[in-house]
């Protein structure tokens, strides 16, 4: 029966932050830290730690294994 239950993203976002006290603010503040000369020299991505950040302008829109291919096409 569990199978069929559907948790969102938002809800394990949420859950982790509410419940095992992850400070999402700092998470964010960290990305954006990692994020900044790519944004600085208008890249698409990022290879950083172990993850590429994918960039849109000044927004990371996503974060993929460092190996994943980071395909645009519309």
Request: hydrophobic fraction near 40%; charged fraction near 30%.
């Amino acid at each position: 029966m569990t199978n069929s239950v559907r948790v969102t993203d938002h809800a394990v976002l949420r859950y982790l932050e509410r419940e095992h006290g992850l400070d999402v603010d700092v998470v964010r503040r960290h990305i954006a830290g990692l994020a900044a000369n790519g944004v600085e020299l208008e890249a698409i991505s990022v290879k950083v730690e172990r993850v590429k950040l994918l960039l849109c302008g000044e927004t990371v829109v996503t974060v993929l294994k460092r190996n994943w291919p980071s395909d645009r096409r519309s």
